[in-house]
């Protein structure tokens, strides 16, 4: 009889929605960890000149706008705010950094749908169609065919005109300045968003 109980107790974890979700989490996590270090997609010319080899050069005690050090082609046209946001990238060798650019794009574009249907859980079919609809969007194809960080921008912008009010000025003021590394999103979001205040 007790082993009966206990056949039931174990089938009854084994088979509960917390354990299967942590199985699940954990095969996405090893096979991101598996894409990041050793898949290899060929890293964009923007974030390999734009942010990786001035995040590198940045991190060896080199000047980040001379990538002639590590290329012949191409300079840093960043402004310097998001080399120095994105500095860490600079240890990892250029493929990894780029499959965990790729992988963060990603994952930024999600959140940016999710934010964007406006609902605290959106229904799960007109989520998948619009992350579909956004990911094979021909602008999106780019960015990630170039390794950008527009995605990573129009994330910061959604969050500031949402949790605006939460953040503390001192940190609204730092997001608000990683954006103007974009200058061309920035002139379209922020006149709006100082109108409204």
């Known amino acids: ?18 354990f299967l979700l942590a199985i699940m989490v954990g095969f ?3 096979l991101v960890v598996l894409f990041i270090t050793s898949f290899p997609y060929p890293p964009g010319w923007d974030f390999r000149n734009n942010l990786w080899g001035p995040s590198h050069l940045l991190i060896t005690g080199q000047s ?8 012949e082609l191409g300079s840093a046209v960043w402004m310097p ?47 998948t169609i619009t992350l579909v609809m956004a990911f094979i969007f021909p602008p999106t194809i780019s960015h990630f065919s170039l390794g950008q960080v527009t995605i990573f921008m129009c994330l910061i912008f ?7 009010r939460k953040f503390h000025p001192f940190i609204l003021a730092l997001l608000i300045a990683l954006t103007l590394s974009k200058p061309q999103l920035t002139i379209f979001i922020l006149p709006g968003y100082f109108f409204l205040i």
Do not use: H
Not at 64 to 71: C, E, G, I
């Open 81 to 127: 705010v998001a080399i120095g946001i994105f500095w860490p990238i600079g240890y990892l060798p250029l493929q990894q950094a780029s499959n965990l650019w790729w992988i963060l794009s990603l994952i930024s574009l999600i959140i940016i749908v999710w934010l964007s249907s406006g609902l605290g859980r959106p229904p799960r079919l007109l989520f």
């Open 1 to 18: 009889m007790s082993s009966s109980l206990g056949k039931e107790k174990v089938t009854a974890v084994f088979l509960s929605p917390k």
């Open 158 to 164: 959604m969050v500031i005109s949402i949790y605006d």
């Open 28 to 30: 996405i996590l090893v």
């Open 64 to 71: 980040p706008y001379d990538l002639t050090v590590l290329y």
